[in-house]
């Protein structure tokens, strides 16, 4: 019998404080917060602390033309997890780095849900496994599920912090404190989710977003609408999708919206079974679904494609009638903790995502399936191009990739992956790449660009994004890589003394943009 155990064994027996002339201290009942051993990042756990660090250790020079702030999102358990459970599930931790003249200030808190706010007052877990209310306690019915742990984004001088199955959460920009759980674009949001990804149109101030199981767990509902900088909501039109998964970004044109549905399907029987939302379902098809902006979504094309999995969208752009959107993709499920329905064995190898171009001729009113192009040879995932061309014609994007063909560290063992070790840069005008290779001990989350001036080039640039190193037990550093000068390696490392949470997703916002102190 453990510890634990036999203390509550001797309290259960009713022995109080003293058992037989032993003396003993009062028991907890069990409540006490315990995480588990976690084999993540050689066991470290999660993150947990709140923090601020004036001036961080900088190595190397930051361009004095870097002056913003960057965001950073992601999963950080507040309680110890439901048995089985997946990280995705972990409650929103965003943290900043103020860089300025040199500078770096860092600060990082969870963002107040009301999931976070309802489970700190009760001192422990309410909320069960990943996007599966079957599984809550009771207590909590009426409360909103949203972890915020997705993306970040600022809009109309907010940090709106995104869960795709809840409304956005805000955060003030400068003291990452919470100032609105549940954000409804005025009360005019008619969906009941917000997706993760809402893309930005800089020439009309406009924010272009959906919201999927838009009315209620498992409903095939999807809410696509636009928002100008005010916050209003200015158009708005349902569609419905071919069958009920995960819809995780999507692509904005000058005219077109489009969706690609994957088989990362909804399984509300598992759900009732104790399981998580998704599961893959390697017999259904793909649909890529177009609209367009400003539309009626009974004009809605589907264009049906082979089983891949892509999640996330690099840039997108249409030139006449036709559709041009670049995402990351896969042939199989690329997600391990997300079961295969059928029974497949996980395959690390069809999981590899490409950069791939799925297009289709509009004018052309016959035509049932869209077209797809692998574009490049590396492998990654997570792309992201220079936001300011986010709906128009783009050219260069970036993704962290991982380049096998460098040794990896022989101190780190064997590993259940190869760590993400390079960021490339990705020109489509000349279908050129430069890498930014990291060593054989780290692994790179995603990165954001940071433009060199306000009217800099497309891609003339930063990159700015967290390295986690292996051999230090995942201590984080934030490196920083001139775009044109990738192999040169970064110009500046920002060392944190700690192993930080692992990011989702990021987002920069220039100082010109960020309040006034
Ligand atoms: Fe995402």
Known sequence: MGRRKFMGALAAAGTGAMAGGLSVSP??????????????????????????????????????????????????????????????????????????????????RYAR??????????????????????????????????????HIVYYNGKMLALKEDSPPVVLDPLTLETVDDYYTFHGELASLTHTAHPKFDHATGEMISFGYEAKGLASDDVLVFSADAQGHITWQTWIKVPYVGMLHDFAVTEKYVAFLCVPMATNVERMKQGQVHFAWDSMLPTWFGVLERGGDGKDLRWFKGPERCATHVMGAFSEGHTLYVDMDMALKNQFPFFPNLHGEPFDPKAASGYLTRLSVDLSKKDIREYSMERLYPQTGVLPRQDDRYQTKPYHVGFMPTTDATKPLNPKLGN?????????????????????????????????????????????????????????????????????QHMEDGPVATVRLPFRSYSQVHGWWVPASQLPKM
């Open 27 to 108: 028991s907890a009942h069990g409540d006490t917060v315990h995480f588990p051993p976690s084999s993540y990042l050689g066991g470290a756990g999660p993150f947990r602390s709140e923090c601020d660090i004036r001036d961080c250790d900088v190595i190397g020079e930051i361009p004095t033309n870097i002056d913003g702030a960057f965001y950073r999102v992601g999963p950080d358990w507040q309680y110890p997890p439901m048995t089985g459970n997946i990280p995705f599930d972990g409650e929103g931790h965003v943290s900043m780095f103020r860089i300025s003249n040199g500078h770096v200030d860092f600060k990082s």
């Open 113 to 150: 849900t009301q999931r976070y706010k309802a489970q700190s007052a009760a001192r422990k877990r309410l909320f069960g496994m990943y996007r599966n209310p079957f599984t809550d306690d009771a207590s909590v019915k009426n409360i909103s599920r949203g972890t915020a742990n997705t």
């Open 415 to 483: 590993l259940p992956f190869r760590p993400t070790n390079s960021y490339t840069r990705f020109d489509h005008a000349t279908r050129s790449t430069s890498q930014f290779y990291i060593g054989d001990a780290s692994s790179l989350q995603e990165a954001c660009f940071v433009p060199r001036s306000e009217n800099a080039a497309e891609g003339d640039g930063y990159l700015v994004g967290v390295a986690h190193r292996l051999l230090e037990g995942g201590r984080t550093d934030l490196v920083i890589v001139d775009t």
